[in-house]
C-alpha cells in the first residue's frame, strides 16, 4: 500500500513539476547563472505553504519531524560538491526523472551518472563515515530551537521575506 | 525564458507543497529523491556480486528494495509525461537549448558532460545525505538547520560551476 501512496505521490508532484517547467536544463542553469528565478519561486512557495501546514499538524500531534542530522562536514563538502555536478548535468536527482518524463533524453546520460556515483560513494562510505562524517556533528536541530524562540517566530519572519524577495524577483524581471 | 505554455510557477509551489502536507499527513512520508539512486544501484549491483552488496555498510545502511521513495521517483517520470502530454509540451530532445547555444549541437559532448556530471552531483548529494528536495523541500520546510546550510551550499557550487561553464554574463541567455 506504501509503495500506491509513492507513485501517486510522485505523479502529482511531477505533474506540478512540469506545469512549472522547474524541470527543464534551460530553466535550472537560468537560476545558476541568476537569470530566471523560475526554482527559486516554486521551492519557496513549496517550503512556506508545507512549512505552515505541517507545523499546524505538528502542534496537533498529527505528524512527526523526520530531521535529518546537522553534520556541517558532510553537508557543507558535500553540498558544494552536489552544486559542481548540478551545473554540469543541469538536472537534479528528483527532477532528471521529470526531465526524462517530458522527452528530455540528455537526462539518460546524467541518471547514468548518478547511479554510478552512488556506487562509487558506497564504496567510500566506510571512510567517510570515519571522517568527513564525524566533522562538525550538531545532530538533529531546527532554526527554532537554535534561537530559543516559538517555530511560529521563525515561520512568520521566513514568510514575510519569502513575500518581499517574490515582489523583488517581479520587480526585477527575474 | 519565460514561462510561455506552462502554469504559474507560484500556483504550481503551493500546490505541490499541499501535495507534500498530504504525504506527511497521511503516510508520514517527506519528499526526496537521492537515496533512490543509491537502492537502485544495490540493485544493480546485487546482479553480478549479490555476496558483497549484502556486506557493504552503506547498502546496509540504505537496502536495495523497492520503497515509497523509490515509486514516488519514478511516478515524477509518469507524472511530468502525463503533463507533458496533455499540454502538448512533450519533445524529444539529445541537447538542451541553452546548452546547443554555448556549446553547439554535439550530443556526445552533452553525453560526457551530463554524465560526468551525474557521477559529481551523486557523489556529493550522498555525503550531503540529501538532494534539493530531501534538504531544501523537507529539510526547508521543517525549518532543519541542515536543510538551509545545504541548500545554500548546493546553490554556491553551482553558481561557481556555472559561470566558469558559460563565462561571467551567461553567455547572453
Given at each position: 500500500?506504501?509503495?500506491?501512496?509513492?507513485?501517486?505521490?510522485?505523479?502529482?508532484?511531477?505533474?506540478?513539476?512540469?506545469?512549472?517547467?522547474?524541470?527543464?536544463?534551460?530553466?535550472?542553469?537560468?537560476?545558476?547563472?541568476?537569470?530566471?528565478?523560475?526554482?527559486?519561486?516554486?521551492?519557496?512557495?513549496?517550503?512556506?505553504?508545507?512549512?505552515?501546514?505541517?507545523?499546524?499538524?505538528?502542534?496537533?500531534?498529527?505528524?512527526?519531524?523526520?530531521?535529518?542530522?546537522?553534520?556541517?562536514?558532510g553537508v557543507v563538502i558535500g553540498g558544494l560538491i552536489f552544486g559542481v555536478g548540478w551545473a554540469l548535468l543541469g538536472y537534479c536527482p528528483g527532477t532528471s526523472l521529470g526531465a526524462l518524463g517530458e522527452g528530455r533524453l540528455d537526462a539518460?546520460?546524467?541518471?547514468?551518472?548518478?547511479?554510478?556515483?552512488?556506487?562509487?560513494?558506497?564504496?567510500?562510505?566506510?571512510?567517510l563515515s570515519k571522517t568527513v562524517l564525524t566533522w562538525g556533528n550538531y545532530g538533529k536541530i531546527t532554526i527554532p530551537q537554535v534561537l530559543g524562540v516559538s517555530h511560529w517566530v521563525v515561520i512568520f519572519c521566513m514568510t514575510v521575506l519569502v513575500v518581499l524577495l517574490f515582489r523583488w524577483f517581479e520587480k526585477k524581471g527575474l | 525564458?519565460?514561462?510561455?505554455?506552462?502554469?504559474n510557477v507560484y500556483v504550481c509551489g503551493v500546490l505541490s507543497g499541499f501535495v507534500s502536507i498530504g504525504s506527511?499527513?497521511?503516510?508520514?512520508k517527506f519528499f526526496g529523491a537521492s537515496t533512490t539512486f543509491v537502492r537502485s544501484t544495490g540493485m544493480i549491483e546485487q546482479i553480478f556480486s549479490p555476496d558483497r552488496v549484502a556486506s557493504m555498510p552503506y547498502f546496509l545502511?540504505?537496502?536495495?528494495?523497492?520503497?515509497?521513495?523509490?515509486?514516488?521517483?519514478?511516478?515524477?517520470?509518469?507524472?511530468?509525461?502525463?503533463?507533458?502530454v496533455l499540454y502538448q509540451d512533450f519533445k524529444i530532445q539529445w541537447v538542451p537549448e541553452h546548452w546547443r547555444e554555448r556549446f553547439?549541437?554535439?550530443?556526445?559532448?552533452?553525453?560526457?558532460?551530463?554524465?560526468?556530471?551525474?557521477?559529481?552531483?551523486?557523489?556529493?548529494?550522498?555525503?550531503?545525505?540529501?538532494?534539493?528536495?530531501?534538504?531544501?523541500?523537507?529539510?526547508?520546510?521543517?525549518?532543519?538547520?541542515?536543510?538551509?546550510?545545504?541548500?545554500?551550499?548546493f546553490f554556491i557550487g553551482g553558481l561557481i560551476a556555472a559561470r566558469l561553464l558559460y563565462g561571467k554574463r551567461g553567455n547572453s541567455l
Open positions: 500500500m506504501m509503495l500506491v501512496y509513492g507513485i501517486v505521490t510522485g505523479i502529482l508532484f511531477g505533474f506540478l513539476l512540469q506545469r512549472s517547467h522547474v524541470i527543464r536544463y534551460d530553466v535550472q542553469l537560468g537560476a545558476l547563472l541568476l537569470k530566471d528565478m523560475t526554482i527559486m519561486k516554486f521551492m519557496l512557495s513549496h517550503i512556506v505553504t508545507a512549512m505552515i501546514g505541517v507545523y499546524v499538524l505538528y502542534d496537533f500531534q498529527l505528524v512527526q519531524l523526520s530531521l535529518k542530522p546537522t553534520i556541517l562536514g539518460l546520460w546524467g541518471i547514468g551518472g548518478m547511479l554510478v556515483g552512488a556506487g562509487l560513494y558506497a564504496e567510500a562510505y566506510p571512510y | 525564458m519565460r514561462n510561455r505554455n506552462g502554469w506527511i499527513w497521511c503516510v508520514g545502511k540504505e537496502m536495495p528494495v523497492i520503497d515509497w521513495q523509490w515509486m514516488f521517483v519514478m511516478g515524477i517520470a509518469v507524472g511530468a509525461c502525463i503533463a507533458a553547439g549541437l554535439s550530443v556526445q559532448k552533452r553525453a560526457v558532460v551530463a554524465f560526468l556530471g551525474g557521477i559529481i552531483a551523486m557523489f556529493g548529494v550522498r555525503l550531503a545525505d540529501g538532494c534539493p528536495s530531501g534538504h531544501g523541500l523537507s529539510g526547508g520546510l521543517q525549518l532543519a538547520v541542515s536543510g538551509y546550510i545545504a541548500l545554500a551550499c
